[in-house]
Nanobody
């Protein structure tokens, strides 16, 4: 059974940077992609970035493109989200999630079946 755990959240001033980590444990097979999602108070969960477990394919939401970078280390079973030029509107609970489905739409949370508990990011203005 795949398990995910996020870390790295915290308080950062606007314009600052933060790196989130997602530790994946469990079988090494069966993961097609890992995504980062976030949910701010009173708002729906939204896609942030996603990466396939093999190959170089990555996808970003328009709101973070050019500011955030998703990467993975297969040997360490880790996925990272490097966040830069942070804005107060980036404040949210950030979750990583994984999907085993090869035809998954990476930006659609409904394809993901394993979720971490999240890590909170607060960007002060």
């Amino acid at each position: 059974q795949v398990r995910l755990g996020e870390s790295g959240g915290g308080l950062v001033p606007a314009g600052g940077s933060l790196r989130l980590s997602c530790a994946r444990s469990g079988p090494t097979f069966g993961t097609y992609a890992v995504g980062w999602f976030r949910q701010a108070p009173g708002k729906e969960r939204e896609f942030v970035a996603g990466i396939r477990w093999s190959g170089n394919y990555t996808l970003y939401s328009d709101s973070v493109k050019g500011r955030f970078t998703i990467s993975r280390d297969n040997a360490k079973n880790m996925v990272y989200l490097q966040m830069g030029s942070l804005k107060p509107e980036d404040t949210a609970q950030y979750y990583c999630a994984s999907t085993p489905r090869e035809r998954a739409t990476i930006s659609d949370s409904r394809w993901y079946d394993t979720w971490g508990r999240g890590t909170h990011v607060t960007v002060s203005s």
